[in-house]
């Protein structure tokens, strides 16, 4: 029974400190999404609201921009495109953290 807890109290430290880093990312990049991107791309990127619908915005899991490399991505997020502007504030760690966000929404 003592060998079993070491070995499950093991088990779960190991989890725990190996937890893939694009999961915490993609958690920090939901919340930056929710603060920076939620206002025009819809709370969850499926451009339902009024803002995406008067842009006439696709969701972000549609296959067009889910093709879009992670740089291209980013550019888009740092430069703007088209209507969108730049996301201003945000640094290189966020706009990466945002596009593995998006990932998440295929």
């Not at 779960?12 to 990049?29: F, M, N, Q, Y």
Request: net charge positive; hydrophobic share 45%; charged share 25%.
């Amino acid at each position: 029974m003592k060998s079993f807890l070491i070995t499950a109290c093991l088990l779960i430290l190991t989890l725990a400190l190996v937890a893939p880093k694009s999961l915490l990312a993609a958690d920090a990049g939901a919340d930056t999404f929710k603060t920076k991107c939620a206002m025009c791309h819809g709370p969850n990127g499926d451009a339902s609201n009024a803002m995406a619908k008067k842009f006439g915005l696709k969701p972000l899991s549609a296959p067009e921009v889910q093709k879009m490399s992670d740089a291209d991505l980013s550019a888009v997020i740092e430069k703007g495109k088209d209507k969108m502007k730049p996301v201003a504030g945000l640094k290189p760690d966020q706009v990466k953290d945002v596009v593995k966000y998006l990932r998440t929404l295929k």
